[in-house]
């Protein structure tokens, strides 16, 4: 049975930076696009970043563009979101969820609410404050 595990979460300042993890067990990531979610107290979530067979398929939504970075190494059947330049906004709970590559037509098309997803973790805590 397949699992997503969320880690890396915490407290840090704004301008901050965390790199988040995303281990896969169960199922071999290679054949898998991942996407990072959040949810911040109050809201719906939302698509933060997408990466599809490699790390030259990826989307960003525009708030994290240029501070966030996905990747994702097969071999490990892990994924990462590198985040940088924290702002209080981005706290959330940050989620991983992964749907098989036959399943998708496009990275960007695939990073939004109503795609569906096969396997997704628990959630790991992002709080960006001073």
């Known amino acids: 049975q397949g699992q997503l595990v969320e880690s890396g979460g915490g407290l840090v300042q704004p301008g901050g930076s965390l790199r988040l993890s995303c281990a896969a067990s169960g199922f071999p990531l290679e054949y898998y696009a991942v996407a990072w979610f959040r949810q911040a107290p109050g809201k719906g979530q939302e698509a933060v970043s997408c990466?599809?067979?490699?790390?030259?398929?990826?989307y960003y939504e525009d708030s994290v563009k240029g501070r966030f970075i996905i990747s994702k190494d097969n071999a490990k059947n892990t994924a990462w979101l590198q985040m940088n330049g924290l702002k209080p906004e981005d706290t959330a709970v940050y989620y991983c969820?992964?749907?098989?590559?036959?399943?998708?037509?496009?990275?960007?098309?695939?990073?939004?609410?109503?795609?569906?997803?096969?396997?997704w973790g628990q959630g790991t805590q992002v709080t960006v404050s001073s």
């Open positions: 990466i599809g067979m490699s790390d030259g398929y990826t």
């Open positions: 969820k992964a749907v098989g590559l036959a399943q998708i037509i496009t990275v960007q098309t695939m990073c939004n609410v109503d795609q569906r997803y096969e396997f």
